[in-house]
């Protein structure tokens, strides 16, 4: 064989090569890429879509913004703190109206909230898909929490939507996997070792034989409340669960926390530790008044959803620095989403380190000595409650 012809062999096949990985990128659908574009000249329409008020909703949202920022979608923005933590619309209609990009928008009317109302999720749900699915006028939507993701994960649209903060997107039904979500418009982000590993740490802690939970006896309230996670747990280590049931959606948030008030008297004298899950009774804002019954009968409470609780009197939690680290992973998803990426063939899976927080007022009033491993492990230490 002559050299010529070894040379145009190697070059074909170069050639094949290239053009294979070209192929795969481009059936992959863009590939990594996470710079921003515009789409065919004209900006990015977002939307978003929640169930109803919920801290780490807002602050998830915030993250997205940094990461967006970050990433150069949007221009640095410095976005107010709000007379209501929780209020996403108050935080949308900022967005809307003030974040400066040459590539996305924040649409102001493409935003529903059912304020965790059942008949008001109707309503936001079919307002949601008909615009949709028939108007076809926003490009992305970014759902948070479980009922956003219910009621987004269909075939009823095509919009690529992104899903946040659900508590367990499989459980939930969400999504048919923690790998990929079985539609090709969606993306919800999943970490399935999240509450397991808090559980497991708790448990480290404290051997306790009696754990209780408060939730409402449904399928959102078990999901909320992390129970199928807590058995997994409590199974391989021998504790019993020690349920009671609350009543959440539908009701005003003064009657769900009288519902709590009523659980944790009713769990504190058969408990030896206490899991705080996403009751809305369990509200930081409740806190410390509704842990009384804990500290009287010396009960250890872990707050599964990051620092604000154990500021605000539970005994510990995990430090939530993951809003930013969560919010650039969303971030880069919708980019690399812009850039033509399926959604439904993204990884979901997106785990963030535990780091405790204890709060030592809450220590001494239950009697609990931290050993010097907890403190010194400890990425936060309150020196007293919040009031």
């Excluded at 508590?167 to 397991?196: L, M, Q, T, W």
Aim: charged share 25%.
């Amino acid at each position: 064989m002559s050299r010529k012809v070894t040379v145009t062999i190697i070059l074909l096949c170069v050639a094949l090569f290239l053009g294979g990985v070209l192929l795969y990128t481009i059936m992959k659908g863009g590939g990594d890429r996470t710079d921003p574009i515009r789409n065919h000249g004209e900006k990015w329409r977002i939307g978003y879509y929640e169930g109803g008020p919920y801290t780490n909703y807002t602050l998830t949202l915030r993250g997205v913004i940094t990461g967006l920022a970050k990433i150069g979608w949007i221009e640095d923005i410095v976005i107010p703190e709000f007379s209501d933590s929780e209020d996403s619309k108050m935080l949308w209609d900022y967005l809307s109206k003030n974040a400066k990009s040459e590539y996305i928008q924040f649409v102001s009317d493409a935003y529903w909230s059912a304020d965790w109302n059942k008949e008001m999720r109707k309503q936001e749900k079919e307002s949601a898909l008909k615009r949709l699915s028939l108007e076809k006028n926003v490009d992305m939507v970014i759902a948070m929490g479980t009922w956003a993701g219910q009621d987004l994960a269909n075939t009823m649209h095509s919009v690529p939507t992104i899903i946040l903060s659900a508590s367990d997107p499989v459980g939930a039904g969400i999504v048919k996997s923690n790998e990929k979500s079985g539609f090709d418009h969606i993306v919800a982000r999943c970490a399935p070792k999240r509450y397991i590993s808090q559980m497991q740490l708790f448990h480290d802690i404290f051997g306790f034989k009696r754990i209780g939970v408060v939730f409402e006896d449904s399928k959102e309230g078990r999901i909320y409340a992390n129970i199928e996670d807590l058995k997994k747990v409590a199974e391989r280590r021998g504790f019993e669960i020690i349920e009671c049931h609350a009543k959440d959606i539908g009701l005003t948030e003064e009657e769900c926390r009288q519902e709590i008030v009523r659980c944790y008297k009713e769990l504190a004298p058969r408990i030896d530790a206490l899991w705080i899950g996403l009751h809305r009774g369990e509200s930081v804002k409740f806190m410390p008044e509704i842990l009384r019954p804990m500290f009287e009968h010396k009960v250890p409470t872990w707050y599964s959803e990051g620092s604000k609780g154990a500021r605000r009197g539970a005994l510990l939690s995990i430090y939530m620095k993951n809003y930013i680290p969560v919010g650039e992973w969303a971030a880069a998803m919708m980019a690399r989403i812009f850039h033509g990426a399926r959604p439904g063939e993204l990884d979901q899976i997106y785990e963030t380190p535990n780091e405790i927080v204890i709060n030592l007022e809450t220590a001494k009033i239950i009697g609990f000595e931290p050993p010097p491993g907890i403190i010194s492990a400890a990425d936060e230490i309150y020196e007293k409650i919040e009031q």
